[in-house]
């Protein structure tokens, strides 16, 4: 009982400390005496990113301490915008209503292009279809093409794989995708797609179900899945993988920026994190992690 | 010495007082903040919408029978898969097994019911799955029936503890006097003995089935989560979403106060519901049930 009632102290002492780290607006430069808290959250993409950064940067600046966690583009702005965190990450740009919410909380938000993705269409290894038109893809999420038979593959119904609704990327391949970039379109992902709360339950999926197909972001992408060609928009008949290269000169089709906001023009020790993120440095690491850097033209030799 | 044994007697006895109607007010306390943060949805989204067979909550398609449905299918699926493991496993240990038998068991039956259900689920992504797709030869494997079969795992544990306890509480001389009249040892456990502690093994599936429909994390890792209506006959061999699932994955990104975070709401007031009326039907069974098991047995 002792003990317990010990454990209930501390753990109130927890989370009072907590409470007493999360917002720093910091003044200056770090100080030697004091840690820098930054709270960053968002996307799922982009939190392998965003942790390499911040283990980087933290051995960098031992002052610093950097707290990286997923969930998702949505819930990070959403985490912005309520100020429980300092710098939100998106996979897809912020949305008319949430720039009016964060408004509305007296902020303005700020947006930092920080590296590029491209979205692989990915499906199990024995299977013969290995290239796809656009035209195709948002027919068999749309789910006018049902089987893989009629794509030249073999007599199997398709299973389609997709990332939950809160997912930047999920938004991103339905209007890129499912509605060609017509804005007007109104067509959604047909019922029967499978919603899967993360990357590796479409990667796993995809590894071991013949009759899959699914997307990712290509940082996510295994040895164990197929890689489909898609059909460039200049040259119909060609079909391009997605790489460095591809995505780079804008030949892959399906690829986009990826996003941090901060509320207001940031300072201190967010504006000095958001400065060395665009270092050739920083960007070395999106190139590891299978990203695409962003190219600075006084970057580039 | 006397008086302050007394006032003690008193702070105590007020104290589980107060412990004894907190349970009741957190209740209420609950049912007051779903009623007010999920009512508003039946006013901003018309009942057409809410009631309709399609959920996409980017285009606003509220549509929350599938949901319904979903959780249903897969509720009395695990329902029909634990009802009979768990209430063998009861009776096995309580009126068969020799006693060094039942010491090893029931310890691990009680490491099954310690097992977080993300660990269970993140077995049946990897191995259950796609054994279940080529097995049955289905387009695969994330289904409602690996939702239940998993549910069914997670349900098992509460349902044996519950009902053994309600076994063991049958007074030794009703089997005594079954077995002296003749009766076989089935015949013990079948007529005399599952019919006395009948109130407890119902408890019991309850208990079991509240436990299947409240679960959240296994069900969104195996069920797919895709808001297909399922009433086909094959819709246990599809993915379904359930309501469960659909808050767990789409609570984090909602603006409090929106349209989707006051529909997502009005699920757990359903949620809320169901498990009321499955509460409110074990207890009316059980009684109604023990009148007659003592009339039977004086």
Not at chain 2, 111 to 124: E, K, Q, R
Request: glycine letters at 8%; one cysteine or more; proline letters at 5%.
């Amino acid at each position: 009982m002792r003990r317990f009632g010990l454990f209930l102290i501390i753990s109130v002492l927890l989370m009072l400390t907590a409470c007493a780290n999360r917002p720093s607006p910091s003044p200056g430069t770090p100080t030697q005496t004091a840690f820098e808290y930054l709270e960053n959250k968002g996307s799922d993409t982009i939190v392998n990113l965003a942790l390499a950064w911040a283990e980087r940067y933290q051995a960098l600046f031992p002052q610093v301490r950097i707290s990286v966690t997923g969930g998702g583009s949505g819930t990070g702005i959403t985490a912005l915008v309520n100020g429980t965190v300092d710098i939100a990450n998106a996979s897809r740009q912020i949305k008319q209503e949430e720039i009016a919410a964060a408004r509305a909380a007296g902020y303005d938000p700020n947006e930092f292009v920080i590296a590029r993705d491209a979205i692989a269409i990915i499906v199990h290894p024995s299977n013969p279809v290995d290239h796809l038109t656009l035209q195709e893809l948002s027919m068999i999420y749309k789910g006018d093409i049902k089987n893989w038979k009629e794509l030249g593959g073999e007599d199997r119904e398709i299973v389609r794989l997709s990332r939950e609704t809160n997912s930047g990327t999920h938004v991103y391949f339905l209007e890129s995708v499912i509605r060609m970039g017509d804005s007007k379109d109104k067509s959604i992902f047909s019922a029967d797609t499978l919603l899967l709360p993360s990357s590796e339950g479409i990667i796993s999926e995809v590894k071991n179900n013949p009759n899959a197909i699914g997307y990712d972001s290509l940082g996510y992408i295994t040895e164990d899945v197929k890689l489909v060609a898609v059909s460039s928009l200049a040259q119909p008949d060609v079909y391009i993988l997605p790489s460095l290269e591809t995505v780079s000169d804008n030949t892959y089709l399906i690829s986009r920026n990826l996003y941090m906001y901060t509320l207001d023009k940031p300072t201190g020790a967010v504006k000095a994190y958001m400065d060395w993120i665009f270092t050739p440095e920083a960007q070395q690491i999106v190139k590891e992690l299978g990203f695409i850097p962003i190219l600075h033209s006084e970057d580039q030799p | 010495m006397k008086r302050t044994g007394f006032s003690g007697d008193k702070v105590i006895s007020g104290v589980i007082r107060i412990t004894g109607y907190s349970s009741i007010l957190f209740v209420l306390l609950i049912l007051f903040f779903l009623l007010r943060e999920g009512v508003p949805a039946l006013f901003s989204t018309p009942l057409k919408n809410l009631f309709s067979i399609r959920w996409y909550p980017i285009e606003e398609l509220y549509g929350i029978l599938p949901l319904f449905l979903g959780s249903l299918l897969v509720t009395i699926a695990a329902t029909l898969i634990a009802l009979p493991f768990g209430i063998g496993t009861a009776v096995f240990l309580s009126e068969v097994a020799p006693s060094w038998l039942r010491d090893i068991l029931k310890p691990v039956i009680e490491i099954l019911a310690g097992i977080p259900s993300v660990v269970l689920g993140f077995i049946g992504i990897l191995v259950f799955a796609p054994f279940i797709r080529k097995f049955l030869d289905i387009p695969t494997g994330l289904t409602a029936f690996t939702g239940a079969v998993l549910l069914g795992l997670i349900a098992i544990p509460t349902i044996v503890s519950v009902a053994e306890d309600a076994l063991d509480t049958v007074p030794d001389s009703y089997r005594q006097a079954a077995l002296a009249l003749g009766g076989t040892q089935w015949q013990t456990i079948w007529d005399v003995t599952l019919p006395a502690a009948k109130s407890g093994v119902l408890t019991a599936v309850m208990l079991g089935i509240g436990r299947s429909l409240g679960e959240t994390m296994a069900v969104m890792m195996v069920t797919g989560n895709a808001p297909v209506m399922p009433l086909h006959l094959n819709s246990l061999f599809r993915p379904v979403r359930t309501m469960t699932a659909t808050i767990a994955s789409e609570m984090g990104e909602v603006a409090s106060g929106s349209q989707h975070y006051e529909v997502l709401f009005f699920i757990g007031i359903i949620l809320f519901l169901l498990s009321l009326v499955i509460n409110i039907s074990a207890s009316l069974i059980s009684t109604r049930s023990r009148g007659r098991a003592e009339r039977l047995l004086s």
